[in-house]
């Protein structure tokens, strides 16, 4: 069991586990959307003093903070325990595309040219990291929803303000990914 | 000890971030790129069963785990805020190559970094608060 679980997921395999993690909020009376705990973690830090939208009580969102500590000890684990041997199966034609941009492919999650501290403090590395991450936090928020709030919880209740919002998200990806990318990296 | 299920739920939802690959910066590359159909097949199967799921629970009115009808939020209609905002979040999404959860996955699987991406992501919540309404919605 471990040894199958070990191996990278199918696409098929990996969308319906998500969409088991959704059922599953749903029928513990909750609502599947990650980028709410964002907005908790300012109110816990005491953004609610000076500023009406984090004035909130912070303990209705408690399950999703213990979600997001979950999140990361998930994480921890499938490094653990779960780890492949093989290489990420990334396109070819990708791999190519970010060598031309100086980012190697390094068969990991996450390419170490990017994410190591040496790169982080430098000022391609704060575009990169913190602008990239305050763009996330700004745009969620502002969007009412992330990844799992609109495009997975959004469009399976067929709500037409996800589907704008995913059309958003899709747009801005491709924005940066083809336009802005080149003059970044 | 009623939290401990959401824990539970969250450590499922990290290992399936990391083992889908979900949570990978050269995933999101791809994707961007349409290089494979790999990102485009998850979120595709979970939309398609979830709206099969939602569409169960809403048609046989299944009740949650504590007895209540299970209710699904409606989301404000308006346009603006989804476009422009999405627009935000897709930028950044596909530069830091994450999106709030995996941030925070990647946090725990070793990329210590990612705390750079998280705290930018607080920040940018953090200025949308308090810029609101200025902004169209």
């Known amino acids: 069991?471990?040894?199958?679980?070990?191996?990278?997921?199918?696409?098929?395999?990996?969308?319906?586990?998500?969409?088991?993690?959704?059922?599953?909020?749903?029928?513990?009376?909750?609502?599947?959307?990650?980028?709410?705990?964002?907005?908790?973690?300012?109110?816990?830090a005491g953004a609610g003093k000076t500023h009406h939208f984090f004035d909130f009580n912070w303990r209705t969102q408690r399950w999703n903070l213990l979600f997001m500590a979950g999140a990361v000890f998930g994480g921890y684990l499938s490094a653990a325990w779960l780890k492949s041997d093989q290489l990420l199966q990334l396109a070819p034609s990708t791999i190519a595309d970010l060598q031309t941009l100086g980012v190697p492919f390094?068969?990991?999650?996450?390419?170490?040219?990017?994410?190591?501290?040496?790169?982080?403090?430098?000022?391609?590395g704060l575009v990169t990291l913190l602008g990239g991450g305050l763009m996330i936090g700004f745009g969620s928020r502002y969007a009412?929803?992330?990844?799992?709030g609109h495009a997975i919880s959004g469009l399976s209740n067929l709500q037409l303000p996800s589907l704008w919002a995913v059309i958003g998200f899709f747009a801005g990806g491709l924005m940066m990914t083809h336009v802005f990318f080149p003059l970044i990296f | 000890m009623k939290g401990v299920k959401f824990v539970i739920a969250g450590i499922l939802f990290g290992v399936i971030m990391v083992k889908s690959e979900a949570a990978s910066w050269y995933?999101?590359?791809?994707?961007?790129r349409f290089q494979s159909f790999h990102m485009y097949g998850i979120i595709g199967t979970a939309v398609g069963l979830g709206a099969i799921a939602i569409f169960l629970i809403k048609k046989l009115e299944i009740n949650d785990f504590y007895g209540h009808p299970i209710v699904f939020p409606h989301k404000e209609k308006s346009w603006p805020k989804y476009i422009l905002g999405g627009l935000i979040f897709g930028l950044g999404w596909a530069l830091?190559?994450?999106?709030p959860g995996p941030m925070?996955?990647?946090?725990?699987?070793?990329?210590?970094?990612?705390?750079?991406?998280?705290?930018?992501?607080?920040?940018?919540?953090?200025l949308y608060g308090i810029t609101k309404n200025k902004l169209p919605h």
């Open chain 1, 1 to 44: 069991m471990i040894e199958l679980l070990k191996q990278p997921w199918p696409w098929y395999a990996s969308g319906t586990a998500i969409t088991f993690i959704m059922v599953l909020l749903l029928y513990f009376g909750k609502s599947f959307g990650f980028s709410s705990n964002l907005r908790t973690l300012c109110t816990l």
């Open chain 2, 96 to 99: 830091a190559g994450a999106c």
């Open chain 1, 106 to 124: 390094d068969g990991g999650l996450n390419p170490s040219s990017i994410f190591n501290w040496h790169f982080a403090f430098s000022p391609k």
């Open chain 2, 27 to 32: 995933r999101i590359q791809e994707m961007f």
């Open chain 2, 104 to 126: 925070f996955v990647n946090l725990g699987y070793g990329y210590p970094t990612m705390i750079i991406v998280i705290l930018g992501a607080l920040l940018g919540t953090y």
């Open chain 1, 144 to 148: 009412g929803g992330c990844t799992s």
